[in-house]
Nanobody, 123 residues
């Protein structure tokens, strides 16, 4: 079992920044991949970014490249999603999730999920 707790969401104006955190506990492993997804009502959950615990390789969906940065602090078992130049279309509930390697962008491939944190970007 792995427990994930997200934090850092909130309301921000377009062009602003937020940093999301995902604290992991339980049976975490250096072989895992941590991912961030987002979901708006009525739509499927969308892949945002992922990072490998061990070597820090990252992967992003095209719509956030150059604006979002995923990082991890292995000592704290925490993954971050730094978001800059936020747009109203970034508004969603953001979830972190964990899976065994290799990388994946499909939510069905992830085994454990956090409860989500709301990000709202006003225009």
């Amino acid at each position: 079992q792995v427990q994930l707790v997200e934090s850092g969401g909130g309301l921000v104006q377009a062009g602003g920044s937020l940093r999301l955190s995902c604290a992991a506990s339980g049976r975490t492993s250096s072989g895992n991949v941590m991912g961030w997804f987002r979901q708006v009502p009525g739509k499927e959950r969308e892949f945002v970014a992922a990072i490998s615990w061990s070597i820090g390789t990252t992967y992003y969906t095209d719509s956030v490249k150059g604006r979002f940065t995923i990082s991890r602090d292995n000592a704290k078992n925490t993954v971050y999603l730094q978001m800059h130049s936020l747009k109203p279309e970034d508004t969603a509930v953001y979830y972190c999730a964990v899976k065994r390697a290799p990388f994946g962008t499909r939510d069905t491939g992830y085994d454990y999920w956090g409860q989500g944190t709301q990000v709202t970007v006003s225009s």
